[in-house]
Nanobody, 121 residues
């Protein structure tokens, strides 16, 4: 089993920055590597939505709301993904979830437990 553990959430004022981290641990071998990783979020009263994803080769995809303000990166050696969030707005307040796709005979989608980001105005 593979687990994702997020960290870095918290309370920040509008215009501030936060950096989220997520590390995968457990049964990860060359036959079942971690592929695409990403961040999603669920704001109060809303459905979970994509923030950004990054492939193992470094290809990135961002939601329109994240473009120009957030940067996703990863360290393949550490099976970790990061989300640098700048110019935060109250609308960014949400629980942020780390996501990973593990390869192998069958693909497996893994979710972290979530970390709360609160942006005050």
């Amino acid at each position: 089993q593979v687990q994702l553990v997020e960290s870095g959430g918290g309370l920040v004022q509008a215009g501030g920055s936060l950096r989220l981290s997520c590390a995968a641990s457990g049964s990860i071998f060359s036959i079942n590597p971690i592929g695409t990783m990403g961040w999603y979020r669920r704001a109060p009263g809303k459905q979970r939505e994509l923030v950004a994803t990054i492939t193992s080769g470094g290809g990135t995809n961002y939601a329109d709301s994240a473009k120009g303000r957030f940067t996703i990166s990863r360290d393949n050696a550490k099976n970790s993904v990061y989300l640098q969030m700048n110019s935060l707005e109250p609308e960014d307040t949400a629980v942020y979830y780390c996501n990973a796709i593990q390869g192998g005979l069958t693909l497996r989608e893994i979710w972290g437990q979530g970390t709360l980001v609160t942006v005050s105005s």
